[in-house]
């Protein structure tokens, strides 16, 4: 009787990464306190083995793990060496970043439970007490009674099945979610009219200012807004409040759903609350981030501070800064409408099923620059780099961009310039099969028109479509209204939570490819509209100049100060202009003849007769 080869250690614990990688970016989602994992992966790596997907996370869970064994040889080389230069500077940087510590605002998170599902138990009451999801390819939410049995958003509808072979799954409605999210919108619009949609279902508030005038506690508030949205709209948000948008973040998933979660704003309960805190419940840390600090002992935001003389040596000095802000628990107090942050970029991309053909390729990236042209034209934005991103078969990514001569935004230039990128990527994978397109522009040169009138120091005319008359569009965060506003730099706290949403992306991206279910709607709430204006707000009223023609404030008294003004103006023109009328009538001497010193000697200068004189009266 022959027995089995034992199983290598190395093989095993490979495999063990693999299965929590496996387990996808929504772990953390709440719903799942019960629900055993390690069953839920074994699902999930037996139903997936041998797909191209699985290969590839494979692949991936193989170069993270290498690059993990370098992170941990360079911090045995740290370890021999002196870094008493990079403690100190660590705790000097500890120090400074305590000086920064606000705890005079109050910072909510809003948080709609389960939304997508929510809004479609709304039509379909009978669901209430059934397991059911949104999404067929892929899960894009799913109710809480799903959750039990593992299911989470970002998985597979097949495995979803496996693991919930009652699972009820709903087609997406954009529409219909989008018209409810803008419900909630002109609710909290009223406790902070600044507010910052994170996505179609969350948004931060800032209620200092709310609480001070209604002379009401942070707790009273959220638990009124909270009450005021279920009435309303029937629809169910939990809620954190905390010093700073990162702490009320973590805070809005201690009590869901439906509840809030108040962490008092003060220093030794913030540190308390941290210390214990899995460095994954931090919006910005992902799955290979955490496995990369965990590999060096750090699995709490607690245990940063004793490894602070490595983390800038291991994963660089943003990395650093990131960590130590978390360690302290300190995050952004400025909370701003989402449009405002400055745009990097404009892109679209699309997923699809294989697709090898040249001809068809070439008409799928006609669609993208199309599809392209319509943001650039929305945002209002050319480009003056063009970047080419696809997917293969084998779900390899690869991207190649180029410099066109002139900042572009038309589909033909978009479509002209891309076409080479295409035709060399063709000629280094010969055969190539896709599933991914998309199309970038970075580099971004505004097309709005300056406002002349606010240059010159009269008020600017309301643009807001809705004033035109016009109908609001969708648009992505990072777009002003008007060129003359300063952008807002995204804060580095802004730029590793985006990161951990990228990976969240691709994931699904991927997922749905293996389903082969795929929405070519897909936008998982991406789209960020303007906040509403509040109903208490009265609309701006401007009164024209019968002088100057210019919208002036509806104040009687400014306004008579203005006619005054252009009056005295008007008369000063009129006698500029007689006594330029009466010049003209006598005769115009002859000018003097003025030599010039210069090299040559000879040359005199003279006005341009191109040049128009400028009078301003």
């Known amino acids: 009787m022959t027995t089995e ?61 290498q690059k993990i064994e370098r992170i941990l040889d360079k911090k045995k080389q740290l370890e021999k060496l002196d870094l008493a230069s990079d403690l100190r500077k660590a705790d000097d940087y500890i120090a400074e970043l305590e000086l920064s510590r606000d705890l005079s605002q109050v910072v909510v998170h809003i948080d709609c439970d389960a939304f997508y599902a929510a809004v479609e138990e709304l039509d379909r009451p009978e669901l209430k007490d059934l397991p059911f999801s949104v999404g067929k390819g892929v899960l894009t939410t799913c109710n809480y009674h799903a959750r039990k049995f593992g299911c989470r958003s970002g998985m597979a509808g097949f495995v979803a099945r496996k693991l919930c072979p009652q699972l009820i799954q709903l087609p997406l409605n954009f529409d219909k979610y989008t018209a409810k999210a803008q419900e909630v919108r002109e609710i909290i619009v009223d406790y902070d009219p600044r507010f910052e949609s994170a996505s179609i279902d969350e948004a931060y508030l800032n209620i200092t200012e709310y609480c001070e005038k209604n002379d009401i506690s942070p707790e009273d508030a959220v638990q009124q807004l909270r009450r005021e949205v279920h009435e309303k709209t029937k629809i169910t948000v939990s809620a954190g409040i905390a010093a700073n948008a990162k702490l009320a973040k973590i805070c809005s998933n201690m009590n869901k759903p439906n509840g809030q979660f108040q962490l008092p704003i003060d220093r030794n309960s913030i540190m308390a609350f941290m210390r214990d805190l899995p460095t994954r419940k931090v919006n910005g840390i992902g799955r290979v981030f ?146 991914l397109m998309g199309l970038r522009c970075t580099h971004l040169v505004s097309m709005k028109k300056p406002d002349t009138m606010a240059f010159f120091g009269f008020k600017k005319r309301s643009t807001d479509p809705s004033d035109l008359g016009e109908s609001p569009t969708k648009r992505k965060a990072g777009v002003l209204e008007d060129e003359t506003e300063q952008w807002e730099a995204w804060p580095d706290e802004l730029l590793f939570e985006d990161a951990e949403r990228q990976e969240w992306e691709d994931e699904l991206q991927e997922l749905e490819t293996l389903s082969q279910e795929i929405d070519k709607r897909r936008h998982h709430g991406k789209e960020i509209v303007p906040n509403p204006k509040k109903k208490d707000t009265p609309e701006e009223e401007w009164w024209d100049c019968p002088i100057c023609t210019r919208p002036q404030a509806a104040s009687e008294k400014e306004f008579n100060e203005h006619i005054d003004l252009c009056l005295s103006r008007q008369t000063i023109r009129d006698a500029v202009q007689e006594t330029s009328e009466s010049h003209s009538r006598e005769p115009t001497p002859a000018p003097k003849k003025v030599k010039l010193s210069n090299e040559k000697g000879k040359a005199s200068k003279q006005g341009d007769p191109k040049q128009r004189r400028l009078n301003f009266g």
């Open 290 to 435: 955490e496995r990369e600090l965990d590999a060096i002992g750090v699995k709490t935001c607690g245990d940063i501070y004793a490894f602070r003389q490595y983390l800038s040596k291991l994963f660089g000095d943003k990395a650093f800064a990131f960590l130590m802000q978390c360690y302290l628990g300190l995050g952004r107090t400025k909370i701003q409408p989402a449009e405002e942050y400055e745009r990097k970029s404009v892109g679209t991309e699309s997923t699809f099923g294989e697709m090898g053909n040249p001809v068809d390729l070439r008409n799928k990236l006609q669609a993208t620059a199309e599809e392209l042209e319509k943001d650039m034209v929305r945002t209002q934005f050319k480009g003056r780099t063009l970047c080419l991103k696809v997917k293969l078969h084998t779900f390899e990514v690869f991207t190649r961009q180029m410099i066109p001569p002139k900042a572009i935004y038309l589909a033909d230039d978009l479509y002209k310039y891309s076409v080479p990128m295409l035709t060399k990527l063709e000629q280094e994978f010969p055969g190539m099969k896709l599933r």
């Open 5 to 65: 080869p034992p199983v290598e250690p190395k093989l095993v614990k490979e495999h063990d990464t693999l299965k929590y990688s496996l387990l996808g970016p929504s772990l953390t989602k709440s719903g799942q306190d019960n629900v055993d994992q390690q069953k839920v992966s074994e699902v999930i790596y037996n139903a997936s083995k041998g797909s191209k997907y699985f290969n590839n996370e494979e692949a991936r869970d193989k170069n993270l793990t």
